[in-house]
C-alpha cells in the first residue's frame, strides 16, 4: 500500500492474504480482485485510511456481498449493484458515507468495499468488523460493544432494494438471508454504517494491511523482502501470524451442500508426511469452524481455522475444496474481542450447534506438545 | 355508514359483507373487527371518501396484513404496528399520508385500514385494489394498469421495520412473503402507495359500500330493510349480487397445510337437499380458487367462490372450513378489470398451477342450466 494508498498492484496481495483470514469463506476473492483492479485501473488508487484517523464527522458504510460462496463464485457484483447501495444507504439515513470498509477481511469481502471505494471516489478504512470472516451479519465487533446492524441496506442485480431497520442483529442476519435466498443466493449488503467514533471504538485496525503481509509471504517474499520457496511459505506465513500448522493431509471424504443460503459441510483429510497414520476433521458453514485431529479438538470457532494448499500455500475455500486435495491446515488465534463471553456466545461452538467447549488454539497445541504430538510446529518441542 | 363515516355500528356489517367477499381468504375478520370497533370508539368514526373525491394531492396509503390466516388468527396487528408502518412510508417516500385504503376488501383486511385511519385520524377510501381478496400481493388493479408496488413497508411485531423498492409486484411479493416468513409467519404491509389520481384510475370503488350490504343481508336485513329469516339469506345474498348458487353439501374431506406463508388445500363436499348424490371439490390457497361439481368446472379464480354455513350464510374461511360442516357455495363474476388478458394472467387458474381454462361463473352456469342441472338457483330455469 504505497503511500497509503491501494493501488493495482496491491490487490493480489490483499486478496491472497483476506483468503487465508477469510478460513475458507467470504466469497471467492479472484473474482472481487478482478473487480478491484479494474476499477482502480479506471477511476485511480483507493486512499487508504487508519481506524485511528476517523472522527464523529465521518460516515463508515461497511459494504460486501451476502450469500452462499458457491453462488457468488458464479455471480460478479456489478458496479450498478455497488453504486446502488451506497446510494440507498445515503438516502435512507440522509448522512453522505465519507468513508467504505470491509465488514469481514475474508475473501471477496474484502475486495467488493475497495472496489466500491474506487469507483464511488471514496477513502477505505485500514479495518474491519471481524478480523477474519464469519458466516452470520450479526457477528461483528459491533455487536460485540452493544451497537445493532442500524439502517441497513441490500440491492440485488435485479435492481431491487430491501432497507431494513431491523430491530437487532439476530434480526437483521435473518431478514437479509431470507431475502438473499430469494434474489438468488447473493446481494450486496451495507449494515452497521456508523460515524468514525463509532467505528474507532469497534473496528478491529490494520487488518487490510495484515491481509496484504499474508499475500506478500505466499507470493513469495517474507517480511525482510527475502524470497521464499514454495515449501518455505506455509512454515513463514505460521511464523509470520503466530499460527499453528495443524495437519498436513489429503482430501479423502467430502460432504458439501449449499443450504438456506449457507455453504454447509465437513471433510475428512488423511495424513501425509509427517502426519501419515491420523485422521483429520474439518466442519464448516461458509467458513471452516472446527478441526478435530484423530477425535480430539485441534482448533475451534472464534479461532481461525484455514486450509492451504500443501505445494504452494495458496489458501482453499470451502466451495474450492476438492477430492484428494493435499493440503495443509494451520490455525491462530482470533482478536482477542471475540475471547470474551460476548464473543463466545456469538461465534463461538455453540452457536453453529457443534457440541463442544472453546479452548483457546494455543493452549490445544501446548496440551498436544506437551503429550507428545508430532504437528509440524511442535516438532521441535516434542 | 351514516353520512359518509364508518362508525362503530358499521363494522360488523362490513366484516360480516368482507369475509363474503374475501372468498375463504383476507385473514379473520373478526378479530380485525374488534381493533376497529375499540379503535373507532377511543378515536371517533372514520371519515369514508369516494374514489371519485380523490386529486393527484392525495397520497392514499393501502395497508393491511400479509401472511397464512392461520397465524393472524392467533396474532392481533398491534396499534404500534399500524402506526409504525404510516410512519415508515411516510418517512421512506417524504409524502404525508391523507388517506389510507383497503388493498384488499376481504377479511381481516377490510378490517386493517378502519382501524389505521380511526388511529392516525385519517380518513379511508370506499373502494379496493381487488374488489374481493387474492393470495398474493401483486394480484391488484394497479398492476393490471401497468403501476409497480412502488415504495413498500413491511413491519412486524417485533418491531422489525422493512421498505422495500422492488422492480416489479412479483418480486415485491417474493421478498415481502420471504420475509413475513421470518417474521412469524404475519406482518403488517404498505404497497402501491399512490398519488389520488393514480388511485381513481385504479381502484375498484364502492367495495366497502358493498361488504356493508351483503352484511346487513346476512345480518338478517334484505335492501328494502325488511327482516330475513336465517334460511332466506344464501338467496338473498345470491339475489343481491347476482351470485349463483352453486352446491348444498357437507364437508367429507379435508386437506389443508401452511406452506411457504399461504394456506393450501382443498376440500370435498357431498351433497345435500337437492344436491345429494352429487359431489363437489373447492381447491383454496388462502382464498377459493377452484370449484368443481362432479368433476366439471363450476367456478374458477378470478371469479368469486364463498363458501356459507347452510343454516345461517355466515361466511366460513379456508381457515375455519371443518370436516362434517354443512355449506352453501356461492360464486359471483368479479370485477370486469379481472377479465381481461392482463387480469386472467395475473390471477387466473394457470398462475395457480390449476390446469384449466377460465369461464365465466355465469357462462358455467348457464351451461348446466342447459344440460337440466339442478342447482338451487337455475331449479326454475331448468
Not at 451495507?190 to 467514533?197: I, L, P, Q, W
Not at 467458513?287 to 485441534?298: H, P, V, Y
Request: negative net charge; charged residues 25%; aromatic residues 4%.
Amino acid at each position: 500500500m504505497t503511500g497509503r494508498v491501494i493501488t493495482e498492484a496491491d490487490i493480489d496481495e490483499i486478496a491472497l492474504g483476506a483468503a487465508v483470514l477469510g478460513t475458507g469463506g467470504g466469497g471467492d476473492p479472484h473474482v472481487g480482485s478482478l473487480i478491484a483492479k479494474r476499477l482502480i485501473r479506471t477511476h485511480g488508487p483507493v486512499r487508504l485510511i487508519e481506524v485511528d484517523e476517523l472522527s464523529a464527522d465521518d460516515f463508515v458504510v461497511p459494504i460486501g456481498g451476502i450469500g452462499a460462496p458457491s453462488v457468488s463464485v458464479e455471480r460478479i457484483q456489478a458496479e450498478s449493484e455497488l453504486l446502488a447501495a451506497l446510494r440507498a444507504i445515503e438516502g435512507a439515513t440522509s448522512r453522505r458515507p465519507t468513508a467504505v470498509m470491509p465488514i469481514e477481511v475474508g475473501g471477496g469481502n474484502s475486495m467488493l468495499p475497495i472496489a466500491a471505494a474506487a469507483l464511488a471516489g471514496l477513502p477505505i478504512v485500514d479495518g474491519d468488523a471481524m478480523g477474519r470472516a464469519f458466516p452470520e451479519s450479526q457477528m461483528v465487533t459491533f455487536h460485540l460493544a452493544g451497537y445493532g446492524p442500524g439502517t441497513t441496506v441490500l440491492v440485488d442485480h435485479h435492481g431491487n432494494e430491501v432497507v431494513g431497520r431491523p430491530v437487532d442483529g439476530a434480526w437483521s442476519e435473518r431478514l437479509a438471508r431470507a431475502a438473499t435466498v430469494e434474489m438468488g443466493g447473493s446481494a450486496t449488503m451495507v449494515d452497521y454504517a456508523y460515524g468514525g467514533d463509532v467505528v474507532r471504538e469497534c473496528a478491529i485496525p490494520a487488518t487490510l494491511d495484515l491481509a496484504r503481509r499474508i499475500g506478500r509471504i505466499l507470493l513469495g517474499r517474507d517480511a525482510s523482502g527475502a524470497e521464499l520457496r514454495d515449501d518455505e511459505k506455509i512454515d513463514g506465513l505460521a511464523a509470520e501470524l503466530d499460527a499453528v500448522r495443524l495437519f498436513d493431509g489429503k482430501v479423502a471424504d467430502l460432504q458439501r451442500q449449499v443450504e438456506g443460503g449457507f455453504t454447509r459441510g465437513s471433510a475428512e483429510l488423511e495424513g501425509v508426511g509427517a502426519d501419515r497414520g491420523s485422521r483429520f476433521r474439518l466442519d464448516f458453514q461458509n467458513e471452516m469452524l472446527l478441526a478435530r485431529r484423530d477425535g480430539a479438538l485441534a482448533a475451534v470457532t472464534p479461532d481461525l481455522i484455514a486450509v492451504l494448499d500443501l505445494a504452494t500455500g495458496t489458501p482453499i475455500t470451502t466451495e474450492s475444496l476438492r477430492y484428494g486435495a493435499r493440503v495443509a491446515v494451520i490455525a491462530m488465534p482470533c482478536h482477542e474481542k471475540w475471547r470474551t463471553p460476548v464473543g463466545l456466545e456469538t461465534a463461538g461452538p455453540a452457536h453453529f450447534g457443534y457440541d463442544v467447549e472453546w479452548v483457546p488454539v494455543e493452549e490445544l497445541a501446548r496440551e498436544r506438545a506437551e503429550r507428545g504430538g508430532s504437528a509440524s510446529d511442535t516438532k521441535e518441542a516434542a
